[in-house]
Nanobody
């Protein structure tokens, strides 16, 4: 059974940075594509970023492109989301998600494509 545990959220001023981590366990990490999603109060869950099994293919929502960077460490079974130049509109609960996708560069930006989810970590950006 795949388990995902996010960490690294918190309160930061606008313009600041945070680095989210997501620890993966339960199956061979390299067989899974990973994604980050977020959900603000009163809004639907939205795609933030995705990365394929090797880290060689990545995708970003337009709203975070150039500010956020996704990466993974396959030796440590962990995926990261480096968030720079944070804005108040980035305030949300951030979720890590995984989908079985070995040896593919294909990336998915829809929540339905992911079968495993973490519990989320709160990110609050003050103005």
């Amino acid at each position: 059974q795949v388990q995902l545990v996010e960490s690294g959220g918190g309160l930061v001023q606008a313009g600041g940075s945070l680095r989210l981590s997501c620890a993966f366990s339960g199956r061979p990490f390299v067989n899974y594509g990973l994604g980050w999603f977020r959900q603000a109060p009163g809004k639907e869950r939205e795609f933030v970023s995705a990365i394929n099994w090797s880290g060689g293919s990545t995708d970003y929502a337009d709203s975070v492109k150039g500010r956020f960077t996704i990466s993974r460490d396959n030796a440590k079974n962990t995926v990261f989301l480096q968030m720079n130049t944070l804005r108040p509109e980035d305030t949300a609960v951030y979720y890590c998600a995984a989908r079985w996708a070995p040896l593919t560069t294909a990336l998915m930006s829809t929540a339905e494509a992911y079968g495993y989810w973490g519990q989320g970590t709160q990110v609050t950006v003050s103005s």
